[in-house]
């Protein structure tokens, strides 16, 4: 247990559907991030919010929209995904401005789009 | 972007055996993170290292950063069933920077035999 929650733990959803991932963190951390892991490929930093507001978007396509309505919690949502987005999603959170970096991970939402 | 080759790929040791992952960056490494993941799940921290020379232990896994050559390397004594994973090293591409942000290698299974 790490202190960072996601769920659900598993996702399966059509192209056309609409969901939200949700992360919740207990560590008092300012800074959360969406990172993508797919098969063979390198973990992927998708999104950063630090202190509630979006300071990365790499080149993440609009389909997948991040919210973060306070510092505890962030959300991704989405709608009409393509099957290749089929992929492990985690959410980490650090400190942030000012304090230790090192990240903390959640257990991730493995999502297959069908 | 900042990237990170790790080897080897893959490794299978018998129990007891010594072993070393190594983390090579293709630009200046300014903190570099050691995170271990069992299959589909989160990432567990194990170490951060931040200066050229450094080196850290956490029972019986010693890591060590060679800013000169961007290369960080990764041993693990008297190898266990336990330590088998996915071991993943991270690097912050920004000096100064006091998010957590990073960009990761492919990774390293690893694989500890009776």
């Known amino acids: 247990e790490t202190g960072v929650t996601q769920t659900p733990r598993h996702l399966v959803m059509g192209m056309t559907n609409k969901k939200s991932l949700k992360c919740e963190q207990h560590l008092g951390h300012n800074a959360m991030y969406w990172y993508k892991q797919s098969a063979k490929k390198p973990l992927e930093l998708m999104f950063v919010?630090?202190?509630?507001?979006?300071?990365e978007n790499n080149s993440v396509p609009s389909r997948f929209s991040p919210e973060c309505p306070n510092s505890s919690h962030l959300f991704l949502h989405l709608h009409t995904l393509q099957p290749e987005d089929s992929a492990l999603y985690l959410c980490?959170?650090?400190?942030?401005?000012?304090?230790?970096?090192?990240?903390?991970f959640g257990q991730g939402t493995r999502l297959t789009v069908v | 972007s900042q990237e990170l080759e790790q080897s080897p790929q893959s490794l299978i040791v018998q129990e007891g055996k010594n072993l070393t992952i190594n983390c090579t960056s293709s630009?200046?490494?300014?903190?570099l993170y050691w995170y271990k993941q069992k299959y589909g799940e989160g990432l567990i921290f194990l170490m951060m290292?931040?200066?050229?020379?450094e080196e850290k232990s956490h029972e019986k896994i010693t890591a060590k950063l060679d800013e000169k050559k961007q290369q960080s390397s990764l041993h693990i004594t008297a190898s266990q069933p336990s330590h088998a994973g996915i071991y993943l090293c991270g690097a912050d591409p920004d000096r100064g920077s006091t998010l957590g942000r990073l960009y990761f290698g492919r990774g390293t299974q690893l694989t500890v035999w009776p």
């Open positions: 290292l931040q200066k050229g020379g």
């Open positions: 980490a959170s650090s400190q942030g401005v000012n304090g230790n970096t090192e990240a903390f």
């Open positions: 919010y630090s202190l509630e507001e979006r300071v």
């Open positions: 630009k200046t490494l300014y903190g």
